[in-house]
């Protein structure tokens, strides 16, 4: 990849760069492994004694009102649908954005998506695919993606963008 100006108007300059990074996700990992198993798990605080016992998605390993484990659980009926809470379309992409997007075969612009899962007391940011951005609306209902195992890539990144949503 080539150092420089990629279009004059709007300015966008390239700046390569090379950096490992090497994270941990700690109590999380079971999240990105089910992701992997074409799952979408969230977390519940189950302590009776919590004030405000909620279900978070994308999950919290703690309770952030009793600091108790979480336990994992399938929201909806079957963990993949859910409605879009609000969205952006994304014409002009910061760092690496169209580069991640890219890699798993989608292009600009992106339609970025939350999406409330019933039972899910928090929504999940994705993008959502197959869709025309002019026919985005909030309230459409939405089914969850995964691009393990498809024509575009075999293998996990185990990260967020193992996950995507298309129209139901
Ligand atoms: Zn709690």
């Known amino acids: 990849m080539k150092k420089g100006v990629i279009t004059t108007n709007p300015l966008r300059i390239r700046i390569p760069r090379t950096v490992e990074h090497v994270h ?48 994992w659980k399938l929201v909806g009926s079957d963990g993949t649908k859910g409605k879009i809470a609000t969205f952006s379309v994304v014409h002009y992409p910061g760092a690496g954005y169209e580069e991640d997007i890219k890699r798993v075969g989608s292009k600009l612009p992106s339609i970025i998506v939350y999406v409330e899962f019933p039972g899910a007391d928090t929504k999940i940011m994705s993008r959502l695919e197959n869709c025309d951005p002019k026919n985005v609306f909030i309230g459409m209902e939405v089914e969850a993606r995964f691009w393990k195992n498809t024509a575009i890539r ?15």
């Open 154 to 168: 075999q293998r996990a990144t185990h990260t967020c963008l193992d996950l995507y949503f298309v129209p139901a």
């Open 24 to 71: 941990n996700y700690g109590k999380i990992s079971r999240y990105f492994r089910e992701l992997a198993q074409h799952r979408v798990l969230a977390t519940s605080c189950v302590n009776p004694k919590c004030l405000r016992p909620k279900t978070y998605l994308p999950p919290r390993a703690d309770c952030p009102e009793c600091w108790e484990p979480m336990e």
